[in-house]
């Protein structure tokens, strides 16, 4: 990943797991809580790609899983994000731009379900049954319903960022500067045509000149005789 990417995404992504910590889990929801991470992961992926989504995916999770208070495996979460990271960014649009706001939803949707099912699934592999006493079925339904109403808040200004940070503005000083030294080597070398093309003109005014001397010369000599 390019170094803007990992800056940005770093910064998202801390930002992002803070809120979370302290504000949405907080907030003592029905059901499940809102996954400002998750949301956070889609909107890179969605710019990035399916590479740059499973990256910053396993990254978010693993901080995720050393944050406190967490309380399950390290690298539980570290490995659905991933997945769910890649998938996301296989949604990406071929020129960058969306254009209608179904296609990020579908996906926000799908996400959380597939988060909630992954993360149940892993756990149910090594123990944690706890997703059971809660229930699924609720589980499933509200996660789905607060991503799906955080997601217009976060998502689209999430991809603002990156496709703003994906114009890296020394990229574009070395393109201006390497366009700057082309057109002026087109100029010098239009200079150098010019100046050899009055080279030329004043080589024949000057051929001319003493053809002219040489004429009168011979006309002077005869009319001498």
């Known amino acids: 990943m390019r170094v803007n990417r990992i800056l940005l995404s770093s910064a998202l992504v ?3 797991l803070v809120l979370q910590v302290s504000v949405l889990a907080r907030l003592h929801l029905p059901g499940a809580v809102p ?3 998750l949301l956070t992961v889609l909107g890179l992926a969605l710019v990035y790609g399916h590479v740059g989504g499973a990256l910053v995916g396993f990254g978010a999770g693993l901080l995720a899983d050393l944050a406190p208070p967490a309380d399950h495996a390290a690298g539980r979460y ?8 890649y998938l996301a960014g296989l949604a990406k649009p071929e020129n960058g731009r969306l254009k209608s706001a179904t296609g990020p939803m579908v996906v926000v949707v799908a996400a959380a379900i597939g988060t909630t099912l992954l993360y ?15 229930g699924l ?8 319903l607060y991503d ?6 976060v998502v689209p200004g999430i991809m603002a960022l990156a496709r703003r940070a994906e114009n890296d503005p020394l990229a574009e000083t070395g393109s201006a500067a390497k366009s700057a030294n082309i057109s002026s080597g087109w100029l010098s070398s239009g200079t150098g045509l010019k100046i050899g093309g009055q080279r030329r003109g004043l080589g ?8 002219r001397t040489t004429r009168v010369g011979r006309i002077k000599g005869v009319k001498r005789l």
């Open 120 to 134: 149940a699934g892993v756990g149910a592999l090594v123990g944690d049954t706890a997703a059971r006493h809660v």
């Open 78 to 85: 570290a490995l659905v994000l991933c997945v769910i990271g």
């Open 137 to 144: 079925g609720s589980l499933l339904f509200t996660a789905a």
């Open 35 to 37: 996954d400002l991470l």
């Open 14 to 16: 801390v930002v992002a």
């Open 148 to 153: 799906l109403l955080l997601a217009p808040f």
């Open 204 to 211: 024949s005014l000057k051929t001319k000149a003493r053809t």
